[in-house]
């Protein structure tokens, strides 16, 4: 499998990692003030990467202003409300919540390519919807419009109105719905076990 960033390997990957030559270029490109800042890890979560409060993964300006992947795959449904990032094709929803972002971090955004890549999936395939935006919002209203069959809910603050009670990281299976209430990439940044314990759930998702 080939992803698009080869630096955002560290974000999620558990096994033991052999890079080809030209992915090793691109990984290389890590500057040594970035190599400074991170931490030692423990052996149980090396393979994970690390996430700090000041390290996102590195994105170019021509990424993040002028990715034409992104760009083809924003829509928004007239007279509903919800502008959302993705195609929806696999009916997949990814619920987060961005006061200062219209979908997502660039940094984080370019993790969740990474994380659905190693899932066989692309931006095509999910619907990225900040809540932020349109919150207060009702889970019937969602479920209405995006007929998820999988849904991912990144933070407390990306929980709908009327969804109930949802345990914290285990998988909940409805009728229709794969349902995971999950950690945000903000609370996944501080916490390796954090970010161990979301991929683990997130395989089987």
Known sequence: MRVEYPQAYRFILQEDLI???????????????????????????????EFT??????????????????????????????????????QFLILVNYANEEYI??????ALESILARKGLTLK??????????????????????????????GEDALPQGIGNLPLNKPVQGKKIHVLYSFSFDEMMSSNDNKKAFWEQMKSL
Do not use: C, W
């Open 53 to 90: 409060d000041n390290q996102t993964p590195k994105v170019s300006e021509q990424q993040t202003t002028a990715n034409p992947a992104a760009v083809q795959t924003i829509k928004q449904t007239e007279n509903t409300g919800f502008k959302y990032l993705g195609s929806n094709q696999k």
């Open 19 to 49: 890079l080809l030559p030209q992915d090793r270029l691109a990984v290389s490109d890590i500057t040594s003030e970035d190599k400074e800042a991170q931490l030692p890890l423990s052996p149980d979560v090396v393979s994970l990467g």
């Open 125 to 154: 395939d999910v619907a990225i919807q900040n809540l932020n935006s349109i919150a207060p919002v009702k889970l019937s209203d969602l479920v209405s419009h995006y007929n998820p069959t999988r849904l991912l809910i990144m």
């Open 105 to 110: 971090a660039a940094g984080h955004l370019t």
